[in-house]
T-cell receptor, first 113, second 108 residues
Framework: KAGVTQTPRYLIKTRGQQVTLSCSPISGHRSVSWYQQTPGQGLQFLFEYFSETQRNKGNFPGRFSGRQFSNSRSEMNVSTLELGDSALYLC????????????FGQGTRLTVV | AQSVTQPDIHITVSEGASLELRCNYSYGATPYLFWYVQSPGQGLQLLLKYFSGDTLVQGIKGFEAEFKRSQSSFNLRKPSVHWSDAAEYFCAVGAGRFGAGTRLTVKP
């Protein structure tokens, strides 16, 4: 069974630009969650999608958005990038039925210059 | 509200020594608890989980954790640490609430 796939693995963007990150969950999983990881703030929850609907949302500004497609693949978009958005963005998939463990991708390392 | 506290930001142990990483949680009902490990530049990998039943849970790589409801704790243990255990460890409760992590350094 293939694991969680995140693309791209590395990305460099300029302040003010926008970026889209992609996550393909494990086959059969319907829940996709996104996290931002930085040395200062640790692992912070961005949002969770289940069956194309946002089910939970963390405390991030509206510049951070996401969506999920009918095949459960998810994208995360960050508009008007700031230097502070530089981070490792992790995607996790789970079955979404009740509370189960999450399976993480290797992440996308975003650097904003 | 669910919350997780990992009191130790960084721990250093000698190879072969025992290890205990602390995790305290706040949760209104019976919690679902997890420990994950993250190697540098990688995603998180599940070590073990507790949903119910036996309070001592065995995981992969020789790790175990004990759920203590009276202390609201779910500490991770390993009797003998290997150099390859050097990584960051995260405790999580419920659906998606993670602690700040504990970075483990292993001295030769």
């Amino acid at each position: 069974k293939a694991g969680v796939t995140q693309t791209p693995r590395y990305l460099i963007k300029t302040r003010g630009q926008q970026v889209t990150l992609s996550c393909s969950p494990i086959s059969g999983h319907r829940s996709v969650s996104w996290y931002q990881q930085t040395p200062g703030q640790g692992l912070q929850f961005l949002f969770e999608y289940f069956s194309e609907t946002q089910r939970n949302k963390g405390n991030f500004p509206g510049r951070f958005s996401g969506r999920q497609f009918s095949n459960s693949r998810s994208e995360m978009n960050v508009s008007t990038l700031e230097l502070g958005d530089s981070a490792l963005y992790l995607c996790a998939s789970s079955s979404g039925q009740g509370v189960t463990e999450a399976f993480f991708g290797q992440g996308t390392r975003l650097t904003v210059v | 509200a669910q919350s997780v506290t990992q009191p130790d930001i960084h721990i250093t142990v000698s190879e072969g020594a025992s290890l205990e990483l602390r995790c305290n949680y706040s949760y209104g009902a019976t919690p679902y608890l997890f420990w994950y490990v993250q190697s540098p530049g990688q995603g998180l990998q599940l070590l073990l989980k507790y949903f119910s039943g036996d309070t001592l849970v065995q995981g992969i790589k020789g790790f175990e954790a004990e759920f203590k409801r009276s202390q609201s704790s779910f500490n991770l243990r390993k009797p003998s640490v290997h150099w390859s255990d050097a990584a960051e460890y995260f405790c999580a409760v419920g659906a998606g609430r993670f602690g700040a992590g504990t970075r483990l350094t292993v001295k030769p």
